[in-house]
T-cell receptor, first 114, second 115 residues
Framework: DQQVKQNSPSLSVQEGRISILNCDYTNSMFDYFLWYKKYPAEGPTFLISISSIKDKNEDGRFTVFLNKSAKHLSLHIVPSQPGDSAVYFCAARSSGAGSYQLTFGKGTKLSVIP | EPEVTQTPSHQVTQMGQEVILRCVPISNHLYFYWYRQILGQKVEFLVSFYNNEISEKSEIFDDQFSVERPDGSNFTLKIRSTKLEDSAMYFC?????????????FGPGTRLLVL
């Protein structure tokens, strides 16, 4: 049951360039999406979110884009920095259905090369 | 910045033993969650808790699991009789409310190893 899919297990990007992490979902009831960053031996750290009524949300170097018709979202990091190297999880929930549990993707390991 | 804390960071136990994992959510948060991540797999939802009651639970959260808020600050997950397949990272999370824009903040996790 893969309602949230992150098809790229890993991504390498040069410092200063753009990192684009992708996420697809299948459940049309999802109405809120979040990105978390996780370092080894730590818990997921909230990064940025977007509700289904928007198609873009920006916070500093991080921008999340949502394409509801394609059931696709992406996280853009620009410029990428070595400290961004971590595992990035996409998560979704269907608040409108009265559920607040998060459904996670498997994660994408981002390596930013100095 | 307020954060969710969890103890212990690591726990090793024998199969069949009971374990209690502890969490201190962010102080003004009212909604609490447990998730787990088996090595190499996704983070999976276990249970959510509000107003001293379970509000939602997954299929994973069977009768071997229970949650409790024994006082005003702690939130615990008990596994009554551990199995090998319970070995995982267990994450506690909390959120201030349940509105559309509410974010869940996660603790650092407890690594449970069942032998």
């Amino acid at each position: 049951d893969q309602q949230v899919k992150q098809n790229s297990p890993s991504l390498s990007v040069q410092e200063g360039r753009i990192s684009i992490l992708n996420c697809d979902y299948t459940n049309s009831m999802f109405d809120y999406f979040l990105w978390y960053k996780k370092y080894p031996a730590e818990g997921p750290t909230f990064l940025i979110s977007i509700s289904s009524i928007k198609d873009k949300n920006e916070d500093g170097r991080f921008t999340v884009f949502l394409n509801k018709s394609a059931k696709h979202l992406s996280l853009h990091i620009v410029p990428s920095q070595p400290g961004d190297s971590a595992v990035y999880f996409c998560a979704a929930r269907s608040s409108g259905a009265g559920s607040y549990q998060l459904t996670f993707g498997k994660g994408t390991k981002l390596s930013v090369i100095p | 910045e307020p954060e969710v804390t969890q103890t212990p960071s690591h726990q090793v136990t024998q199969m069949g033993q009971e374990v209690i994992l502890r969490c201190v959510p962010i102080s003004n948060h009212l909604y609490f969650y447990w998730y787990r991540q088996i090595l190499g797999q996704k983070v999976e939802f276990l249970v959510s808790f509000y107003n001293n009651e379970i509000s939602e639970k997954s299929e994973i959260f069977d009768d071997q699991f229970s949650v409790e808020r024994p006082d005003g600050s702690n939130f615990t997950l008990k596994i009554r009789s551990t199995k090998l397949e319970d070995s995982a990272m267990y994450f506690c999370a909390s959120s201030e409310a349940l509105g559309l824009g509410e974010t869940q903040y996660f603790g650092p996790g407890t690594r449970l190893l069942v032998l």
